[in-house]
């Protein structure tokens, strides 16, 4: 045990660390994920200094003195840096709420306490500092710390968290109906991780924990179904079964026959969690309800949306649009949209809602331009760390676990598509998930030593 912490401690924390909003949020507030992810990120982030993954024949402090080296030479680390102080400010100057100006006799949302910065509702600011520092340290784990096997082992320790807490809420017959917002996106990276951990096993020779990978996918699965809407709930299926196809081949070109039959074993296997779950702990309407659109195919795409949807998802669009142009730069404040939407009139018209049904327009209302680069920055300097790990991999001909590199690709992709159709991209659990994945990607390409001392290529040692 001790050996396995040693060689994998990191990589499981950093995985719970991503992990925690999904787990907690159907059965805790606010402000219990937000202390949850501020202390495991400050255990997190010793753990990478002091617990790193080495290279072979190093020692462990080399290896720490080489993570601390890249941490204080990377810029995305420095980045994160300041918008976690940038963020802990904005938590500072909360308070902004809605009330009646008898004055003035119209009712409006107050100014944060320091005008000239941007604000918060109150309640709202630190779930989002929380999430920023737990970011910064899940994604500069990913990126600088793990070796090839405990790449393999934070999405393996990510998905059977992610399907434990599934299971927990599938046997307390919790799900949602919130076709604005729900854990189900992130449910659905968890499920697409437990697929691509499987066909890891066979790699990292844990063959032995088959059943818990097909717990795992199967758990995992449980929570996307209970917790999505239509859109993301097909938009997951679909990926799934290309990301089996794509697994099973790459076990096939890269592995043996017998392996591609064992990784098709845990998937069948897999299917017992949910369907068992449904049968005999869901209420059944509710099963009906999530899987409603599945009858109605030949109605596609009409069938993954409601009748009225896109009108609804207008207007609500227009309410954001209206409020970014008052604040273009800094925005309303994060957690003021049901605020501003209830004071101009959208609630007297049906809109009531916690955010619109686009996660993009969520962003720029609240967090202006200003918060769409805070988003953007990071992800630019992993999508360059990724093409140039690419381009050397391609030059020098490099092996790569190919299918946690599609995984990072993909999951931007999936959150850029469901960001247009509700706002689940915007929660902390898409976000951790999304950019832990991504930067896995990056760094399961591996870089040779381009120049020895002779001027010829040498390779790097190969990783723990």
């Known amino acids: 045990m001790q050996a396995f912490i040693s060689k994998y401690g990191l990589a499981a924390h950093l995985a719970l660390l991503a992990v925690t909003p999904l787990f907690l949020s159907p059965f805790c507030e606010e402000a219990t994920i937000a202390k949850s992810l501020v202390w495991m990120s400050a255990i997190g982030a010793l753990w990478l200094l002091l617990e790193p993954s080495r290279k072979s024949d190093e020692m462990l402090h080399d290896a720490r003195l080489r993570v601390a080296g890249a941490l204080v030479r990377d810029p995305l680390f420095w980045f994160f840096v300041v918008i976690a102080l940038l963020s802990g400010l904005r938590a500072l100057n909360g308070g902004m709420e809605r009330i009646y100006d008898p004055s003035v006799r119209r009712w409006l949302v107050t100014a944060p306490p320091c005008g000239f910065f941007p604000g918060c509702a109150t309640g709202s600011g630190f779930l989002s500092f929380a999430t920023i520092l737990a970011l910064g ?68 020779r844990w063959q032995r924990y088959l059943l818990l990978f097909s717990f795992a996918m199967g758990g995992s699965a449980t929570g996307l179904f209970y917790f999505s809407t239509p859109p993301v709930l097909f938009s997951f299926a679909v990926a799934g079964v290309l990301f089996i196809a794509g697994s099973a081949a790459y076990l096939a070109i890269c592995r043996t026959g017998a392996d591609v039959a064992r990784f098709l074993v845990v998937v069948v296997v897999s299917a017992v969690v949910p369907v068992l779950l449904g049968i005999c702990t869901v209420d059944p309407e509710v099963t009906r309800t999530h899987g409603a659109f599945a009858m109605t195919m030949a109605e596609f795409p009409d069938n993954l949306f409601g009748e009225g949807f896109w009108e609804r998802r207008a207007a609500l669009s227009d309410f954001a649009a209206t409020f970014w142009r008052e604040n273009m730069w800094t925005g309303t404040g994060v957690g003021t949209y049901p605020l501003e939407l209830w004071i101009s009139g959208g609630s007297a018209k049906g809109l009531a809602s916690q955010a619109p049904l686009n996660g993009w327009w969520l962003l720029l209302s609240e967090r202006g331009i200003i918060g769409a680069i805070a988003l953007a920055v990071p992800f630019a300097f992993m999508l360059y760390s990724l093409l140039h790990r690419a381009w050397i991999a391609i030059r020098f001909r490099r092996a790569a676990f190919f299918p946690l590199v599609a995984l990072g690709i993909v999951a931007p992709m999936l959150v850029a598509a469901d960001g247009l159709v509700d706002s689940s991209a915007m929660r902390p659990d898409a976000i951790l998930a999304a950019f832990a994945l991504f930067a896995l990607a990056a760094s399961s390409l591996p870089i040779p030593r381009l120049l020895g001392k002779g001027g010829n290529e040498e390779d790097v040692k190969g990783e723990a």
């Open 137 to 204: 340290v899940v994604v500069e784990g990913c990126r600088l710390a793990l070796g090839k096997s405990a790449r393999t082992a934070f999405a393996a320790t990510f998905s059977i968290a992610a399907a434990s807490g599934g299971v927990a809420a599938a046997i307390a017959n919790l799900h949602s109906e919130d076709l604005v917002s729900s854990p189900g996106l992130a449910f659905g990276f968890a499920f697409l991780a437990s697929i691509v951990a499987a066909a890891g096993i066979f790699e990292c």
